[in-house]
């Protein structure tokens, strides 16, 4: 494996880890999240400096569906993700905490709240589209594989997914997105693992959510071009 590629996956590995920890708010501390969001902006900056030819290339080329599907994801996740970013220093009690402002603060944890929630979504989903080539490397270094195997690996993906929507339903995700609840609440004697765990699952579903609709939306544009080049 190229040493740029393994950038870019040790990148997105961090990224993905400090979404999931960010989630957790004030269960891990409220400076700890504050630095760990500044972390995840910055990791955001090089995930995008490593993949400047996708920038590059947004306007040229022919769009399919499966495309335009694929950079409005991109560009809901860099919204949230900016959105998060200015809300985050606007209700910083810490990290920036030197700056003068003093108001605003709860339009700023609207914004924080939409954008952290909507973004956790966009960005499962968004690695949902690009799993199949993490499926493709680790067949490349497993090019053995039982038919057992891959069909436990789907199960248990299935199964993960499916728990994904007990816990999406049961931590409220969908009210704090649509804004049904201002405050995020915690249980505090809760174990953190078992916060965790649950949006790992969350992430799950939609991971396999992108990765079903991308498969489908191909087949269906190499649908297309097959019947475009027979007539």
Not at 6 to 23: E, N, R, S, W, Y
Not at 145 to 155: A, D, I, M
Not at 173 to 186: D, E, P, R, S
Not at 191 to 200: A, N, S
């Amino acid at each position: 494996m190229k040493p740029k590629m393994m950038m870019k996956i040790a990148v997105d590995l961090c990224m993905t880890v400090a979404l999931i920890f960010l989630m957790t708010y004030e269960l891990i501390g409220q400076a700890t999240h504050e630095w760990l969001g500044v972390a995840m902006f910055l990791l955001f900056i090089l995930h995008h400096i490593l993949n400047r030819k996708w920038i590059q290339n947004i306007f040229k080329g022919h769009y399919t569906v499966f495309r335009v599907l694929q950079t409005t994801f991109v560009i809901g996740v860099l919204f949230t993700m900016i959105g998060s970013m200015i809300s985050g220093i606007l209700l910083s009690q810490t990290v920036f905490s030197f700056l003068p402002i003093h108001e605003g603060s709860f339009l700023a944890r609207n914004v924080h709240m939409v954008c952290a929630y909507g973004g956790y979504i966009l960005m499962s989903v968004h690695l949902g589209f690009h799993w199949g080539m993490m499926i493709g490397i680790v067949k490349k270094h497993f090019q053995k594989q039982q038919k057992r195997t891959v069909w436990g690996l789907r199960l248990a993906a299935l199964l993960l997914a499916g728990y994904g929507v007990f816990a999406f339903i049961k931590r409220d995700i969908g009210n704090y997105m649509v804004l049904k609840h201002h405050f995020v609440f915690f249980d505090f004697e809760e174990p953190l693992i078992f916060f965790l765990l649950d949006y790992i699952a969350v992430m799950a579903l939609f991971v396999f959510v992108g990765h079903y609709v991308s498969i489908l939306f191909k087949r269906y544009v190499h649908k297309r071009r097959k019947q475009t080049e027979t007539v």
